[in-house]
Nanobody, 125 residues
Framework: EVQLVESGGGSVQAGGSLRLSCATS????????IAWFRQAPGDPRREGVS?????????PYADSVKGRFTMSADSSKNTVYLQMTDLKPDDTAVYYC?????????????????WGKGTLVTVSS
């Protein structure tokens, strides 16, 4: 059974940092691409933040987080991370990881095969 479990969310003040984790199981880690998405309050869409795959490396998608968010992976732990720095109130969202059964990245919500349940990040001003 494929599982994606996010953790590390919480409440921080603007300018603060958080590191999110997405622990995966049930599939061969290096055979999948894994992406971070976020869904802001009241928005029905999930915005692609960043993706990692064995063929593409790390692919950033959201211009608003470039230079502040860094995605990485530890294949020995089947886990991906999202290091978030200089957080802003607009970063407030539920952050999800999604997995796609392909070697190549996708930043499209509709393309994901599996999802975690998400972790809430709240940034106050």
């Amino acid at each position: 059974e494929v599982q994606l479990v996010e953790s590390g969310g919480g409440s921080v003040q603007a300018g603060g940092s958080l590191r999110l984790s997405c622990a995966t199981s049930g599939f061969i880690f290096d055979d999948y691409s894994i992406a971070w998405f976020r869904q802001a309050p009241g928005d029905p869409r999930r915005e692609g933040v960043s993706c990692i795959s064995s063929r593409n490396g790390v692919v950033p998608y959201a211009d608003s987080v470039k230079g502040r968010f860094t995605m990485s992976a530890d294949s020995s732990k089947n886990t991906v991370y999202l290091q978030m720095t200089d957080l802003k109130p607009d970063d407030t969202a539920v952050y999800y990881c999604g997995a796609l059964d392909t070697y190549y990245c996708s930043g499209y919500e509709a393309g994901m095969d599996y999802w975690g349940k998400g972790t809430l990040v709240t940034v106050s001003s």
